[in-house]
Each structure stands twice: as structure tokens, then as C-alpha cells.
């Protein structure tokens, strides 16, 4: 199934019965679900749901081929400043600087942050290395009083959540 979500044009034509007009249709309806969650999460809407944030958050980030690392900027009621792209890296890593997520933190006014960031390898298991800029980031960003209440791992399946993992 996601082989056929993150298809190209020819790739996705290659399987039986399915032409141009499908893979349209096909990507018609994921743009329809990325701006759906896009309203869903727009400046001043609270957060109230975990599974609506991991459901936005994978529709964002899931279809790129390298890494990308997000932030979404949230107010002292989680309520949406701004999901940021703040860095994009290779197909297995992205360098991740806690000084420019502070600093992009203090310029939206934000009190809580939660990361995210894709996997292209489909596996959404942490790496040490995203352990390890989990707890620089929130060292950081404790400084300056800003929360830290999740990081997201996009994946093939089930989005890895460190909070629910207790990794914060």
C-alpha cells in the first residue's frame, strides 16, 4: 500500500491496471488529506488530539526521499504558531543545530516545540543520533523555557512517538 502511495508516475503504472489517471486521482486525494490536516492544525487551533498531530505530521513528511527535520512552533495553550521545515539532509541523515531551532523558537514566540522528523528507509525506529539531538534540542530549548512535548519519527507505519515511548 504505501509503495503505491509514494509511487511515481511510472512506478505506479507498472502495476496492473492502474494508469495516469488513477495515479491523478491518487494524488489528488493525498494533497486533499495534507490540506484537510493543514486546516485541522492552522495558527490558534489547539492541539486536542495526539493522533490528529501524528496524522498531520505523516501526511507532511512521509512522501520525501531524504530527510527532512520539522518543527511545529506551539503557544502556552498548544495552540499552532507554525510548523516549520528547518533542515533537509540526505537519504539518511539531516544535521540538526540546536542554536537555529532556539532561535527560530524565540522569533515565533513559541513555549512548546514538537520535532519531527522522516525516515525514507521506511523504518521509524530512533538511531542513537536522534536520541541524542532529542535531548541537545530540549537542553537547548529549556533554557529559554520552551517545552519540548514530542519528536515524531515518520516512517512506513506507525509514526514512533518519544513521548509515548517515556523518552522525554
Same mark, same amino acid.
Given at each position: 500500500? +504505501?509503495?503505491?502511495?509514494?509511487?511515481?508516475?511510472?512506478?505506479?503504472?507498472?502495476?496492473?491496471?492502474? !494508469?495516469?489517471?488513477?495515479?491523478?486521482?491518487? +494524488?489528488?486525494?493525498?494533497?486533499?488529506?495534507?490540506?484537510?490536516?493543514?486546516?485541522?492544525?492552522?495558527? !490558534?487551533?489547539?492541539?486536542?488530539?495526539?493522533?490528529?498531530?501524528?496524522?498531520?505530521?505523516?501526511?507532511?513528511?512521509?512522501?520525501?526521499?531524504?530527510?527532512?527535520?520539522?518543527?511545529?512552533?506551539?503557544?502556552? +495553550?498548544?495552540?499552532?504558531?507554525?510548523?516549520?521545515?528547518?533542515?533537509?539532509?540526505?537519504?539518511?541523515?539531516?544535521?540538526?543545530?540546536?542554536?537555529?531551532?532556539?532561535?527560530?523558537?524565540?522569533?515565533?514566540?513559541?513555549?512548546?516545540?514538537?520535532?519531527?522528523?522522516?525516515?525514507?528507509?521506511?523504518?521509524?525506529?530512533?538511531?542513537?543520533?536522534?536520541? +541524542?539531538?532529542?535531548?541537545?534540542?530540549?537542553?537547548?530549548?529549556?533554557?529559554?523555557?520552551?517545552?519540548?512535548?514530542?519528536?515524531?519519527?515518520? !516512517?512506513?507505519?506507525?509514526?514512533?512517538?518519544?513521548?509515548?515511548?517515556?523518552?522525554?
Amino acid at each position: 500500500m +504505501q509503495a503505491l502511495l509514494d509511487a511515481d508516475l511510472s512506478r505506479f503504472c507498472q502495476a496492473n491496471g492502474l !494508469g495516469s489517471a488513477k495515479y491523478a486521482q491518487l +494524488q489528488a486525494v493525498l494533497e486533499m488529506a495534507r490540506r484537510h490536516f493543514k486546516e485541522i492544525l492552522q495558527r !490558534g487551533n489547539a492541539l486536542t488530539s495526539p493522533d490528529i498531530t501524528r496524522a498531520y505530521l505523516s501526511a507532511h513528511l512521509r512522501g520525501y526521499s531524504y530527510e527532512v527535520f520539522a518543527c511545529l512552533f506551539l503557544d502556552n +495553550q498548544h495552540r499552532v504558531i507554525k510548523l516549520d521545515e528547518l533542515f533537509r539532509g540526505t537519504i539518511d541523515s539531516a544535521s540538526v543545530y540546536p542554536r537555529e531551532v532556539a532561535k527560530q523558537a524565540l522569533h515565533h514566540n513559541a513555549a512548546a516545540v514538537i520535532f519531527a522528523h522522516n525516515h525514507p528507509s521506511g523504518i521509524s525506529e530512533p538511531s542513537q543520533a536522534d536520541r +541524542q539531538i532529542t535531548e541537545k534540542l530540549k537542553q537547548a530549548l529549556a533554557l529559554f523555557d520552551i517545552r519540548v512535548l514530542d519528536h515524531f519519527i515518520i !516512517g512506513d507505519g506507525q509514526p514512533y512517538s518519544f513521548a509515548e515511548h517515556g523518552l522525554l
